[in-house]
């Protein structure tokens, strides 16, 4: 592909100045694709030891849309994890019949009820992370990381402090740190370690005490849950817990930065929150489109297939970019633009579609609901700080901030 002065190539997709902003480059391939030559890193690699894949990348939004459905074609297995000394994600890189089936005996433990039940403990927590926080200009990226760590702890029945870890181990798994690869390998294995320990932990209780039934935490609740016989092992629910730190805990935080942006950005849109808290739902929604985190997740066709005249062979790994497709004009108009009345706002993708939409969406949407509620009621004005922001720069996997100071005003 020729490229002008404007234009990048797609090996040069990887790079920090596209990674902090790459939605203009996202303009320049959609009417491409398919593309092939896409090289990076999968979550759970380790850059420096283990070697890129090369991909078909995947821009306009009814190839992202038709690629996340048909997950018989495109698998999320990950060989690369499946040969690494650490475990591979649950749910993440598996496939139908066996996601099926784990996903059945994670809905009996991870249930809405389970999750909507941290709605009163969020309301009090908020007042307390904003004490700290303060008023003036603050980094908002100081208090993003505290919600949902600390309500993954609070859902897991883990230690009081262990939300300090989270964080470093979701930014190392998902390569959104600059890390050395001994640094990174280090960090990987120190959370399955802890994790692990847990787990056994809740094992030996269980086995120990007659009143493990009336255990409401969620590791407890995966232990006990059974559909059909079958019930996880152990190793299967460190995995899982595994899983919502690394994926939901980062995802969450940048996504709570990004909606707070939105919120000093779009001050007229805001002005109609205030006045109607209905609001609110669209308002995250429509930041998800414009500004979701989760930007690409890969795949691997498991068949040759053809999209739009370009031939992918069996094999292949594809990559889906749902923050090229959520700006797609064909189905947004205006997509550069923030619009709280978004009439098709929902077909966002930035929490996946089909068979792998994101099981933690439930509880990403109270955290983020019940940051946004906490700000607007205690702040009547919320504005861009002195101080330029920080985006993140290391993987293309995530769209946020790394510093973002806001001035918020009493």
Partial sequence: ??????????????????????????????????????????PGTIPGLDKPVDAWALFAYDDVYVAAKDAGTFSSRDPIQEASSAPSLMLVNHDAPEHTSLRKLVNLAFSPR???????????????????????????????P????????????????????????????????????????????????????????????????????AADDLISALLRAEVDGERFTPEEIVRFCVTLVVAGTETTTYLIGNVLASVADHPEAVAE?????????????????????????????????????????????VALFFGAANRDPAVFENPDSFDLHRANVRKQLSLGHGLHFCLGAVLARLEVRAVLESILDRYPTVRRGETPPVKQTATLLQHGYITLPLVLER
Wanted: hydrophobic fraction near 45%; glycine fraction near 8%; avoid cysteine.
């Fill in 1 to 42: 592909m020729a490229t002008s002065s404007t234009e990048i190539g797609i090996t040069e997709l990887a790079t920090a100045g596209v990674i902090a902003d790459p939605y203009p480059i996202y303009d320049q391939f959609r009417d491409a694709s398919p593309v092939p030559g896409y090289r990076d890193w999968p």
């Fill in 114 to 144: 389970r999750i909507n039940a941290l709605e009163g403990w969020l309301a009090g927590l908020m007042p307390n992370l904003l004490d700290e926080l303060g008023e003036g200009e603050v980094d908002v990226m100081t208090l993003a």
């Fill in 146 to 213: 505290e919600v949902p760590a600390r309500g993954m702890v609070k859902l897991l029945g883990l230690l009081e402090g262990d939300h300090v870890r989270f964080q470093k181990w979701a930014n190392a798994f998902m390569l959104s740190s600059d890390m050395s690869p001994d640094e990174r390998m280090a960090s990987n294995m120190e959370m399955f370690q802890a994790f692990g320990e847990r787990v056994a932990a809740r094992v030996a209780d269980a086995a120990a005490s007659a009143d493990v039934e």
């Fill in 273 to 317: 929150l205030r006045a109607d808290r209905s609001l609110i739902g669209a308002f995250i929604e429509e930041t998800m489109r414009l500004t979701g985190p989760p930007q690409r997740l890969f795949r691997i066709a498991t068949r040759d297939v053809e999209i739009k005249g370009k031939q992918i062979a069996e094999g292949d790994w």
